[in-house]
């Protein structure tokens, strides 16, 4: 039996060159790319598309629905790392684990958005939360997150890395219209019924996050705090190969979190924070943007959906 043909198009930007480095001498498929020459023809792009078992679209939105309708082999199966299909209701979110059968959902879906870099944290975060009924659907959530600068892609390193380097700012706080296109992502797979106040950051390190949700208990019902909170995700994450939640006495020894902590790995650390005397908790995510944040979660879904491509 011929090993899976894998077909990454737009191999060329962050998400897409991590992927590509991650497959390339991996035994149990073939990965397919295409030249310079042939990336910008769609003709060659969409016969190398229908001819794939699962293709992988590292690209900007508006190329990533083109190349969607493009197929026309019923059996191609797609994992699309852009934020294209992230809210459509007949892609499978791309976080195994989600709950407790999404990481089947994902090994037998045709079509599987991977989610983007900063809903991970805050979904991973919120979600067992809610669904627990420790937070009120209708609670005011607000998000902070600073990301390493290759979350901005080429752009990103070119400005940090490139020849101005010197002038780039050590932090820039960006998204002040407050219309980033995250929010609806979030709100969607969170179980929020409002959308959320999202403020991202980027610092002057190339990778790494820091995702912070702020939670006042009197906005809770009496019996939730802290405590509560960390057992329910705890229990929730108890069983994933890569989301780990922080012992309530490790965290409390911390002074401080460090984005590039988990930088190389797929794994993100959930962590929580809880002040008692003014009735405040600190939600926190860390992983790599670049990994469990994009690349990493790409190669992660697409391994599950390789069970069933080898049944």
């Given amino acids: 039996m011929s090993s899976p043909l894998v077909f990454i198009d737009g191999d060329q930007g962050t998400t897409g060159l991590q992927i590509h480095e991650r497959l390339r001498d991996r035994s149990d ?23 794939c078992d699962i ?18 082999n019923p059996a191609v199966r797609v994992i699309d790392a852009s934020s294209a299909h992230r809210t459509q209701p007949d892609w499978t979110y791309g976080f195994p684990e989600m709950t407790p059968r999404q990481a089947e959902r994902i090994a037998n ?5 991977n989610p983007g870099c900063y809903p991970t944290g805050a979904v991973g975060l919120l979600r067992p939360l809610l669904q627990a009924g420790l937070m009120p659907d209708n609670y005011p959530v607000s998000i902070y997150a600073v990301s390493g600068y290759s979350g901005r892609g080429r752009a990103g390193v070119e400005e940090y890395e490139g020849q ?22 979030i709100q969607q797979y969170a179980g929020l019924a409002q959308r959320p106040v999202f403020v991202p ?38 069983d994933a190969a890569h989301v780990q939640v922080m012992p309530l006495f490790e965290s409390s020894t911390l002074k401080y979190l460090d984005p590039q902590v988990l930088n190389g790995t797929d794994d993100m650390r959930l962590s929580v924070f809880a002040n008692i005397e003014h009735g405040h908790v600190l939600l926190a995510a860390v ?22 491509q080898s049944r």
């Avoid at 310079?36 to 969409?46: D, G, H, V």
């Avoid at 990994?291 to 069970?307: I, P, Y």
């Fill in 29 to 51: 498929l073939t990965v397919v790319t295409l030249s310079a020459a042939e990336r910008k023809n769609f003709t060659r792009r969409a016969e190398a598309i229908n001819a």
């Fill in 55 to 72: 293709a992988i679209l590292c690209l900007p939105d508006a190329a990533a629905r083109e190349a969607v309708g493009a197929i026309v």
């Fill in 109 to 113: 879906a045709s079509r599987v958005t």
């Fill in 164 to 185: 101005g380097a010197t002038q780039a700012p050590s932090y820039q706080v960006y998204g002040l219209e407050l219309a980033h296109k995250h929010p609806p992502e």
């Fill in 201 to 238: 950051a980027y610092g002057a390190f190339r990778q790494g996050i820091v995702l912070t949700v702020a939670l006042d208990l009197r906005l809770l019902a009496p019996d939730v705090d802290g405590a509560t909170l960390h057992a329910c995700l705890a229990r929730h994450y108890a």
């Fill in 287 to 308: 992983f790599d943007n670049l990994g469990k944040g994009a690349s990493g979660a790409a190669v992660q879904n697409l391994d599950l959906m390789l069970t069933r």
